[in-house]
Structure formats: structure tokens, C-alpha cells
């Protein structure tokens, strides 16, 4: 037995199984590298699902969280610390607008302070949330509410929210949808679980517009978009879409559990005193953790070095010109894989044996986020791969 075979043993035994048993057991990451417990090495093209922004061990996420845990580790939200008021004020830059921000552990948890704060400014009245089907917001009660995959939401129904759902990317739709009793409309930039497929030109502007006309609040989920997977700070930025609302998460912190709902504008005094908490959320080493991350990002330029190596992944993958390749959606270093029949569980196979972890995302697409640090040459040596891992997906398939 090999040592992933012991250890997906105690797993199986121990472990609920919602996540059935993961084929690879890691052990460590260096950079965009990852080894298994039985010291074989991958390629992550996966980045955690687009959580670890700066690759795995990054030294300035080490040195910060390092430092934070060596000096205050937890505080709760009866005392305040200096991270937290840093990032909300870095955050609250980037975006360059005014409002307040709210810290969460999750992207769940981001999109739940939402789902309040909007229930709060538009009160009972309006008690309409809309959202697009084939969105995903997260598995709590209220985001899973807004979640517009039928099979992982309707087993936990009923909920406490009223969701009516809309077909994304369609903007007549959207604005039929919005009227007097909508307090809001909840969206994705591009969808993430959905299969890393981007809004068409001008929905997001479409969105903006119907809610402006029906007094409804736009609530951007930038949970997977966020934080430079698209070669943006955010991915709203490129429509130049101002949401009232924002969620992030993945790759803020790098890898630590952190999550942020900004408020913006007059939105950010939507939550009051006592209307929300969150013991660990604004943790410290979290705070700590997404303060080197953005640090980093800006440092050393990646926006535009996920823009230009995110450009050339996705024209070398469509350069093979391979016959079960349909075409590469996404921005950035944030893409899809499109492919011909239900292949992509049989292309993540084939990757996984050829050491590149690479995520079938829908039974048609794989899915590829890795950290924004991925250099050419890696990105190279997966492309250069990638017609073998096709020939030997087709044969599985
Ligand atoms: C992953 C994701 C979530 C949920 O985040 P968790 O940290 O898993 O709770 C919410 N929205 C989007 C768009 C996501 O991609």
C-alpha cells in the first residue's frame, strides 16, 4: 500500500465524506509546486481553487504570518488590532471608493454579511433576491440560497431567503426580473463553479442600470474573481462597474481562511452596531497574511504578469488545435478548458499521472487557477504536456 493509500483509508474511515475521497494526499508546496505524500511532485494548476494567490510557502505570506503569530495571534472583536483597520483601508483604496468593511473567515461568510446588510438597508418590504442560475455563492443557508445549482441547493430547502433565478448573461432577463419588491441582485462577475464563464460585454453595466432603476442594490460576489486572478485588482474594475456590495475571499489571504464584505458608498454603514459578528473574523494572522499577499501583488507587478502569462496559456492552448479541445475561456490567469463530451474528469485523470494538477470544474471543462506567480516556463512545460494528457483522455474517456 502506498502511503495516499493509507492516509485516504483513515480518511474514509474518519472524515465525512462530502468531498468523496480526494484522489491526492499533500504533503508540502514550494512555489507552484506541491508534492504528495508519496513524494510525487505536481505542477498546481489549481492554486486550492484559486486560493493561493502567491504559490505555496511564498516568503512574504511566511515572514508576515511568522511575525503576526510570534506577536498577537487572536484578539476576538472586543479589542481592535492594527491589521484589521490596514487592510479594510487597503482594501477600501484599491477599490477607490469610500466605505466600510466587514471580515469574515470564508467567502460563505462574506456573501451572509451581504444577505444581511441588504436585508437591513431595504428592509421587509422588499423581500426579493435575485440571482443567475449556474451561480454558486457558497454552502451556508443563506448563500446556498442564492446558489443556482439545483442539485446541491434543493436538498437543504427550504430557506429563509426568496431567490428568483435568472439565466446569466442575459440582460433583458435580468431587467424584467428587478422590480419594486427586489431588494437586490447578486452576481459573479464571471461564473467560477459554473465553469469560468465570463458575462458577456455590458451585463454587469445592464445589471448596474436595472437596479439603479428599481432601487435594488448590486452585490458583486468577487468570492474566485477578486484579488488579481484576472490580471485586475477586481474583476468589476475591467467593466468599470461600481457594485454597492462586494464579497471577497479565495485569494485574499493567500491560503488563510479570510474572507471581506465591503460596503460601499452609503451601503457601508448598512450593518450597525450589533447587527453582525464573527469571533475569529479580522483575525490577526489572517489580517497579516492578506496584507503581504496585496503587498506582494503590487510589489512585484503581477497584475500585468497575470495578464500577459494568462494571454499566452490560453492562445498556446488553442495553438494545439487538438480535437477535443473546443476552445479557452476566462481572463487571466483564471481560464477554462473547453472540451468536446463529458471529458474533463478523464483530462484531470490524465493530467494528474503526467504531474500537473489541473480541475474539472464541469463534466465539460477543466478548470485552471493556479497562483498568480506561475511563470512562463511553468506554464510552458504544461502546454508543451498538454497534447499527450488529451491523446491518453480521449482513449479514457
Ligand atoms: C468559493 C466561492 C464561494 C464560497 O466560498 P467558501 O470560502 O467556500 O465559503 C462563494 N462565492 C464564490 C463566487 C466562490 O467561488
Redesign the pocket.
Known amino acids: 500500500m502506498t502511503a495516499t493509500e493509507l492516509l485516504q483509508d483513515r480518511y474514509a474511515a474518519t472524515v465525512m465524506l462530502t468531498y468523496g475521497v480526494p484522489p491526492v494526499a499533500l504533503a508540502r508546496g514550494s512555489g507552484c509546486t506541491v508534492w504528495d505524500v508519496d513524494g510525487n511532485a505536481y505542477l498546481d494548476l489549481v492554486g486550492g481553487?484559486?486560493v493561493s494567490s502567491l504559490g505555496h510557502a511564498h516568503p512574504a505570506i511566511v515572514a508576515a504570518v511568522t511575525r503576526q503569530v510570534s506577536t498577537l495571534v487572536h484578539t476576538s472583536n472586543l479589542y481592535l488590532h492594527e491589521r484589521q483597520v490596514e487592510l479594510a483601508e487597503r482594501l477600501l483604496e484599491l477599490l477607490g471608493s469610500d466605505g466600510r468593511v466587514f471580515l469574515a473567515?470564508?467567502?460563505?461568510?462574506?456573501?451572509e454579511a451581504a444577505i444581511k446588510l441588504v436585508r437591513r438597508r431595504q428592509g421587509p418590504d422588499r423581500p426579493v433576491f435575485v440571482a443567475a442560475e449556474h451561480?454558486?455563492?457558497?454552502?451556508?443557508m443563506g448563500?446556498l440560497s442564492l446558489t443556482g445549482k439545483d442539485s446541491i441547493r434543493e436538498p437543504f430547502a427550504p430557506f429563509g431567503t426568496q431567490v428568483r433565478f435568472v439565466p446569466y448573461g442575459d440582460p433583458a432577463a435580468l431587467a424584467e426580473a428587478v422590480g419594486p419588491d427586489c431588494a437586490a441582485v447578486v452576481l459573479?462577475p464571471c461564473l467560477?463553479?459554473g465553469g469560468v464563464v465570463p458575462a458577456p460585454p455590458g451585463y454587469l453595466a445592464a445589471a448596474r442600470a436595472a437596479c439603479d432603476a428599481a432601487g435594488a442594490l448590486l452585490v458583486l460576489?468577487?468570492?474566485?474573481?477578486g484579488i488579481g486572478r484576472t490580471g485586475h485588482w477586481f474583476a468589476h474594475q475591467q467593466e468599470g462597474v461600481l457594485p454597492d456590495v462586494l464579497?471577497l475571499?479565495?485569494g485574499l489571504g493567500g491560503g488563510l481562511?479570510i474572507?471581506a464584505c465591503v460596503g460601499i458608498g452609503p451601503s457601508g454603514s448598512g450593518l450597525a452596531k450589533g447587527d453582525h459578528g464573527s469571533t475569529f473574523g479580522g483575525n490577526p494572522v489572517a489580517c497579516a497574511a492578506a496584507l503581504a499577499v496585496l503587498d506582494t501583488i503590487e510589489r512585484d507587478g503581477l497584475l500585468g504578469h497575470v495578464g500577459k502569462v494568462g494571454d499566452q496559456l490560453a492562445a498556446a492552448i488553442e495553438a494545439l488545435g487538438h480535437p477535443l479541445v473546443t476552445g479557452v475561456r476566462g481572463s487571466g490567469l483564471w481560464r477554462a478548458i473547453a472540451l468536446r463530451g463529458n471529458a474533463a474528469a478523464a483530462v484531470e485523470a490524465a493530467a494528474r499521472s503526467a504531474g500537473f494538477l489541473v480541475n474539472a470544474v464541469q463534466p465539460d471543462a477543466i478548470r485552471l487557477a493556479p497562483p498568480l506567480i506561475l511563470t512562463e516556463a511553468e506554464a510552458e512545460s504544461f502546454t508543451a504536456a498538454l497534447p499527450g494528457i488529451l491523446d491518453s483522455a480521449s482513449v479514457l474517456a
Do not use: L, W, Y
Request: charged residues 25%; glycine residues 14%; aromatic residues 4%.
Open positions: 481553487i484559486a473567515n470564508s467567502g460563505a461568510e462574506a456573501n451561480s454558486f455563492h457558497g454552502r451556508t448563500a459573479e467560477g463553479e460576489d468577487e468570492v474566485q474573481s464579497t475571499a479565495k481562511p474572507g
